[in-house]
């Protein structure tokens, strides 16, 4: 631990370390990392300034690690900004970004020097080598149909790391023609079209070495356009400069407190993010949403996180599409399922038709964890009854059918099945008379406790395992599903699981109203059984 002083605050049942100043921002570096939050994140899909993530990742793989974070804060230092500055960011630093900006696009339009012109003509002459251009006019399109192949292919040959040294299975072959999934049957025959074909000739397949000949025969030409001289370079870097050091002035601070610390994800009002907007849907207004990449690859981890989680699909008029996950974390499952049609606000404004597509289900409340154990008892009920009877009117219909007996047959196969409503109907009959001879030697106070005593022993077990399971849920999980390293569960209470999800509230005195309707209906339905039994 670092010998700095820091402050501490208890959100989603973890310490978090505050960062309320300019030297908690200075120590960060000093702060065991087992304490930050977060380790990594992903660089698409967060409602952040893409452009400031761009400038944090330095390695440009698409996603920031802490040692990325802790070079930004040393690049302000090393430019005098004092780290206090980041708690105030001031309208002339927004101004001055915008200037840089224009600056930035005028540029494109200013007149190269005569050495860069040269550097540009030695450039593109040696891109018209055999070396380079291998493929002549073709080799551009070429190297595009091999890029969007490439992550895909590298995966498929990457050998398991659990893999011995010394194996008796034959290695892998990628297939060109068939057996290949759906999603990527295009992209692999443009590519054994414009890329296997000219270097290796017409195959059906290849294998790990050849793949690797394939890429190997344009790396001259990806040298070469990774070379392109940059017209002004020097006045480019000097604008890049002026606009990182406003970028992380403006930006970093708001990065910290959703890397480092969740602050945001805890404060009521705020967002972090990767809260994408807000879903409504169901009577409910859901603000845990996130981009997903993948459904698929998303919902197989994000069971880990206890949650309830809908996958939606969106779409808007033109054509745009898009695809989300919203944790649902108040009211109840029952009434949501694949098909549900609803409708997702984004954090510009802008709505988008939301279809569910898929439900990762789990309990959401303690009140519908009261409740469960009469919905199942009820469905329970019913499809036995309704097997019972669907038994017998089966046989009776099958004697029917047979045609093997006469109509007189067929009547009493009729009465057979009558017969065994009519069973099923004295059974009902006859359980309710049996619990009404109990009830009818008790008092109204005897029965009022017998009552509770039964709701309590259903339901308080289901809502005491619900309970335990629902302080399990971890936003965490769902992040990670997403990209995310985060470094530590993400809890969350009751409180804030309502603030998550609001639902539209029944006053309270039509909820009373509705318990005492129930219990009504339920009083008049025994005492009738109780004269039916008295009258029988």
């Known amino acids: ?31 065991d990392r087992k304490y930050w939050t977060a380790l990594a994140m992903p660089v698409k899909g967060e409602r952040f300034d893409s452009k400031t993530l761009e400038f944090l990742d330095t390695d440009g793989d698409g996603r920031v690690r802490s040692p990325e974070i802790l070079a930004a804060i040393e690049f302000l230092r090393s430019k005098e900004v004092n780290l206090n500055d980041l708690f105030s960011p001031s309208e002339d630093d927004a101004k001055q ?6 600056r930035e696009a005028d540029l494109a339009a200013l007149e190269p020097s005569e050495s860069d012109k040269q550097a540009l003509k030695d450039w593109e002459m040696k891109g018209e080598t055999k070396e380079v251009s291998f493929l002549g006019g073709d080799t551009a399109a070429a190297n595009d149909a091999l890029a969007a192949v490439e992550p895909v292919v590298d995966a498929f040959f990457t050998p398991p790391e659990d893999m011995p040294l010394v194996t008796e299975d034959a290695d892998v072959a990628l297939p060109l023609k068939d057996h290949i999934n759906p999603k990527h049957v ?14 290796l000739g017409d195959v059906d397949k290849i294998d790990r070495m050849q793949w690797k000949k394939v890429k190997e025969s344009f790396a001259p030409y990806r040298a070469w356009v990774a070379a392109k001289p940059v017209m002004n370079a020097g006045k480019k870097a000097e604008l890049e400069e002026q606009e990182k050091v406003l970028r992380y002035k403006l930006h970093l601070l708001e990065l910290l407190e959703n890397y480092v610390n969740m602050r945001h994800l805890y404060t009521t009002g705020d967002r972090a993010i990767f809260q994408t907007g807000v879903l409504r849907i169901d009577g409910r207004e859901m603000t845990l949403c996130f981009h997903v990449e993948s459904e698929a690859a998303h919902s197989a981890l994000s069971g880990r996180s206890n949650c309830c989680v809908l996958y939606l699909k969106l779409t808007r008029p033109g054509g745009a599409t898009g695809s989300i996950c919203a944790v649902v974390t108040a009211g109840a499952v029952g009434t949501l399922y694949v098909g549900r049609n609803g409708v997702f606000y984004d954090r510009d404004g802008k709505d988008w038709d ?46 029917l059918d047979a045609g093997a007996q006469s109509a007189q047959a067929g009547g009493a196969a009729m009465a057979s099945s009558v017969a065994a409503i009519g069973i099923g109907v004295s059974m009902v009959g006859a359980a ?52 995310w390293a985060v470094n530590k569960p993400l809890f969350f209470s009751m409180k804030r699981a309502r603030a998550f999800t609001k639902c539209a509230g029944n006053p309270l ?5 509705c318990l005492l309707g129930i219990v009504v209906l339920v009083v008049v339905d025994c005492w009738l059984l109780w004269i039916n039994h008295c009258c029988g």
């Open 1 to 31: 631990m670092s010998e700095y002083k820091w402050r501490w605050i208890k959100e989603g049942r973890m310490a978090q370390v505050r960062i309320e100043n300019g030297d908690d921002i200075a120590h960060l570096a000093e702060l």
């Open 97 to 102: 970004l915008e200037e840089v900006v224009k």
């Open 186 to 199: 295009e992209a692999i025959l443009a590519f054994a079209k414009a890329c296997v074909k000219p270097v």
């Open 354 to 399: 939301a279809v569910v597509t898929k439900i990762v289900e789990n309990q959401v409340s303690l009140t519908e964890a009261f409740w469960t154990p009469w919905r199942k008892l009820g469905e329970g009920v019913a499809a036995a009854v309704k097997k019972f009877l669907g038994a017998k009117q089966a046989g009776a219909q099958a004697k």
């Open 432 to 483: 309710a008379a049996s619990v009404m001879a109990a009830v009818s030697s008790m008092t109204a106070l005897q029965i009022a406790i017998a009552l509770v005593a039964l709701v309590l022993v259903v339901s308080v077990p289901s809502v005491i395992l619900t309970w335990f399971k629902l302080r399990k849920r971890d936003i965490g999980a769902i992040l990670n599903a997403g990209g």
């Open 509 to 513: 005195l039509v909820r009373f109203l």
